[in-house]
């Protein structure tokens, strides 16, 4: 089912156990725009079904959000739309329009970490008639921002410094104040390790922030509003600020120090997240 956040913007909810992520529709009075194209076929003929349902004005535009396959494996569904993505989304799809997906290659891209086992996976499972598959190339392709105009419905986009990956967009549609985040305000994992890059959080947050919205879709939490996002912001920073070196004993103490208590469970997780980047960015 498709969550309805106001009369032209759904939403359908990420699911972890599929690694299926949040993805968006945001409607005007002549066409259609989807935010991210999901995890595989499957994921995005649910969604297509499910948006049939409603009526609403032909999927003119496909925006994906950044080049992590979970986010765009389903964009062939999306073959009669205009897909859009900014240059460095566009360089990692160039890498994934060339590969096969029978069995052999996707062990051979597992084996040389290109692709997770978890993708293999879902692909396996998920992509019927993968043998002679091969990703679509995007249509439009952007370099800073670039304005859509769905009909009485504006949505802007805007590829911004992020903490998760360095191509991600994020989706503005100012007459609801609605911003979709994609996956840009999470941290990342190198080597096996999670780290928040601390050097571009308040880059990150700036940019996002410049945005007057009242409810935040995020890629695997679904939705936030104003205050959630506010509080997550402010528990990024606060534990980004005690946080100088290797030692999460000392990122804790600090954080004692400073604050006069102990962390609370996210503060821990990001204490942990930023002196792993300490440690990424120490090697
Ligand atoms: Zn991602």
Redesign the pocket.
């Known amino acids: 089912m498709l969550n309805k956040l106001n009369q032209s913007i759904y939403y359908l909810d990420n699911d972890e156990n599929k690694e299926r ?1 949040t993805l968006g529709l945001v409607c005007g009075d002549k066409y259609s725009l989807v935010i991210d194209a999901g995890n595989s076929v499957q994921h995005a003929k649910e969604f297509l079904n499910e948006i049939k349902r409603l009526h609403v004005p032909p999927i003119k535009y496909l925006v994906i959000t ?1 080049g ?1 396959w ?2 765009f494996l389903g964009l062939n569904e999306f073959d009669s739309s205009i897909i859009i993505v900014n240059n460095l989304t566009n360089e990692i799809l160039t890498t994934w329009q060339n590969y096969s997906f029978d069995d052999e290659s996707l062990q051979t891209y597992v084996d040389s970490k290109w692709m997770s086992p978890k993708c293999m996976e879902i692909i396996k499972s998920e992509m019927p008639t993968r043998e002679s598959f091969r990703l679509n190339a995007p249509d439009i392709i952007f370099e800073k921002s670039l304005t859509i105009d769905l009909g009485n419905k504006v949505c802007v986009l805007e590829k911004v410094r992020s903490t ?2 360095n191509d991600s967009t994020i989706i503005y549609v100012p007459d609801d104040k609605v911003l979709f985040l ?2 840009s305000a ?1 941290g990342t994992t190198t080597n096996g390790l999670f780290h928040i890059k601390q050097s571009v959080l308040l880059p990150m947050i700036e940019d996002i922030q410049k945005y007057d919205a009242n409810y935040y879709l995020l ?1 695997h939490e679904s939705i936030c509003d104003l205050e959630e996002m506010n509080l997550y912001w402010k528990e990024l920073i606060s534990t980004s600020n005690v946080t100088n070196s290797t030692s999460l004993e000392k990122a804790v103490a600090n954080f004692e120090l400073v604050y006069s208590r102990t962390p609370n469970s996210n503060e821990h997780f990001f204490l942990r997240a930023f002196v792993n980047d300490q440690r990424i960015q120490s090697r």
């Open positions: 992520p950044h992590h979970d986010h998760h990956s994609g996956d999470y890629g």
